[in-house]
Nanobody, 126 residues
Framework: QVQLVESGGGSVQAGGSLRLSCAFS????????MGWFRQAPGKEREVVAR???????TYTESVKGRFTISQDNAKNTLYLQMNSLKPEDSAMYYC????????????????????WGQGTQVTVSS
């Protein structure tokens, strides 16, 4: 059974930092590519960072240079280091895993193509 459990969200002031963690099932390793997407109320899902099938990290334009995704397979943990946070970064953040054969940005958070956790809330105040 695939499980993903996020932690590390919270409330910070603009300019601050947070590190999100996602503990995932060992069965994910080697079969899924992983990433983070976020969703704010009334807005569409946005993939902020992910690994492709070659373990290369990609980022949405608005977080480049501020967010860093990393993965420690020995610990079965995915991370998202978020620096220089802005109010527009406020959202629920989800850790997601997509089957390698479907590993593209548009497939993160799509039912039937992978899994995601319950989310962790990030709130950035100005």
């Amino acid at each position: 059974q695939v499980q993903l459990v996020e932690s590390g969200g919270g409330s910070v002031q603009a300019g601050g930092s947070l590190r999100l963690s996602c503990a995932f099932s060992s069965s994910i390793t080697g079969r899924f590519c992983m990433g983070w997407f976020r969703q704010a109320p009334g807005k569409e899902r946005e993939v902020v960072a992910r690994f492709d099938g070659n373990a290369v990290a990609t980022y949405t334009e608005s977080v480049k240079g501020r967010f860093t995704i990393s993965q420690d397979n020995a610990k079965n943990t995915l991370y998202l280091q978020m620096n220089s946070l802005k109010p527009e970064d406020s959202a629920m953040y989800y850790c997601a895993a997509v089957l390698n054969i479907y590993c593209s940005t548009r497939n993160f958070g799509v039912r039937g193509l992978g899994y995601w956790g319950q989310g962790t809330q990030v709130t950035v105040s100005s």
